[in-house]
């Protein structure tokens, strides 16, 4: 399928394809692969693939829930494809479903709160019950994480058109952000062909379970309480012993976070799910003194909307290069001071070409770089 992108804002046309990545052809087991395919400018070969998990509050299984977020998901994809001219693949897991347990005792409140409609919640509760036979665990949607990346990098060169040389960016959406960064944080789960992994991406991730509001997602879909699942937050080694095992995807490969500086309408008690900013700190920590990885909040959008936010975009194209293909711009002469977390500021990023950032101090720019080795890599004008 070919799509044409919006002539004000986009210079490529792309196609979009989508894969199975297990035998059983199954669509929660898939792959959409938004691919450049004419282009107005010159193509750059040395731009990453990103590739990212998406977002479903760990949900999916029947083909229905799916449909429902899969316009949602295909927001930046379109976007980064359209926009910026990068291949972006977008990963769908085995999704889980209404619990049991949390399906049984909503029945039995509904049918105490209004028992006149109680063979309806009844009803209710045994069509959920039996399409939510054989939902998947944590642990089935980390595998699908794994097979996937695996089938992406066994068929780049052949099925999938993407080159012997292509270079990843892997990370994910909400909670396909939860499930990438678990993956790679765990020592007993690795990527194949890591070398060619250059950096991570997350955007709006819910990395952090510790906030106790996320007990209601995941007693929903799981029938666990949050502090029995993986945090992705908790799993980064804060310890500087070098004795300590290393992680070496996370230590060696920038990161880019982009969130919302009010993911849930500023609630603390639910924004504390998307720790953004606390991650990239840890990473940091991790990774030492010449860490290049950043976090860049947006504070106009929400959760909701980011993907389909103009300045998550104008983010990506600033970052990116940046990051992990070492495009330069031009160089600023106004230093950043070391730190790693800005704020996109929504209204005047879509009244100019490039994006204006401000840091914590208030200061705002472009951000550049000249030298891509050191702490203080990000220059303003």
């Known amino acids: 399928m070919i799509f044409s992108s919006s002539p004000s ?44 998990v998406m977002g479903s509050g760990w949900m999916g299984h029947q083909r229905w829930v799916y449909a429902m977020t899969n316009w949602w998901n295909s927001q930046c994809p379109t976007s980064v494809c359209g926009r910026l001219g990068y291949t972006c693949i977008t990963i769908r897991h085995s999704g889980g479903f209404f619990h049991v347990k949390s399906l049984t005792a909503q029945a039995i409140l509904l049918c105490l709160l209004q028992p006149a409609y109680a063979h309806l919640w009844l009803l209710a509760w045994f069509i959920l019950y039996i399409q939510g036979k054989g939902a998947a ?48 944080n765990q020592q007993k789960r690795r990527f194949k062909d890591e070398q060619r992994i250059v950096g991570v991406l997350h955007l709006s991730g819910m990395l952090g379970l510790n906030c106790w509001a ?15 699942l993986p945090s ?57 003194k010449k860490s290049l990885s950043r976090c860049v909040l947006i504070p106009s959008s929400n959760h909701w909307t980011m993907l389909s936010c103009h300045a ?24 950043n001071n070391g730190k790693k977390s800005f704020l996109l500021n929504h209204q005047e990023s879509c009244q100019s070409a490039g994006s204006n950032i401000s840091d914590s101090s208030g200061g705002t720019g472009s951000t550049h770089s000249s030298d891509l080795t050191t702490e203080s890599s990000v220059l303003y004008s």
């Not at 989508?18 to 087991?29: F, V």
């Not at 996320?214 to 029995?228: D, L, Q, Y």
Request: hydrophobic content about 30%.
């Open 214 to 228: 996320i007990n209601v997602v995941t007693m929903t879909v799981f029938g666990k309480w949050a502090w029995e």
């Open 137 to 184: 665990s944590i642990d089935d949607m980390l595998q699908d994480v794994g097979t996937a990346f695996d089938y992406i990098s066994d068929n780049a060169s052949t099925s999938l058109g993407l080159g012997n040389e292509c270079k990843f960016v892997v990370g994910g959406y909400s909670s396909g952000a939860h499930l990438a960064a678990t993956y790679m």
């Open 232 to 288: 992705p937050l908790d799993l980064l080694n804060d310890s500087n012993d070098s004795s300590s095992s290393p992680i070496p995807i996370i230590q060696r490969i920038p990161h880019l976070l982009i969130g919302c500086q009010h993911e849930f309408f500023g609630i603390p008690f639910l924004d504390g799910a998307f720790p953004s900013e606390e991650y990239t700190e840890k990473v940091r920590r991790r990774q030492g």
């Open 9 to 52: 804002t986009n210079t490529y046309e792309f196609k979009r394809s989508k894969h199975y990545y297990t035998e059983s052809n199954r669509h929660e087991q898939s792959i959409d692969v938004y691919q450049p395919i004419t282009t107005t400018t010159t193509t750059n070969d040395d731009r990453p693939v990103l590739i990212l």
């Open 312 to 335: 998550l975009t104008d983010a990506l194209e600033e970052h990116v290069p940046l990051l992990f293909h070492n495009t330069v711009r031009s160089s600023g002469n106004k230093k």
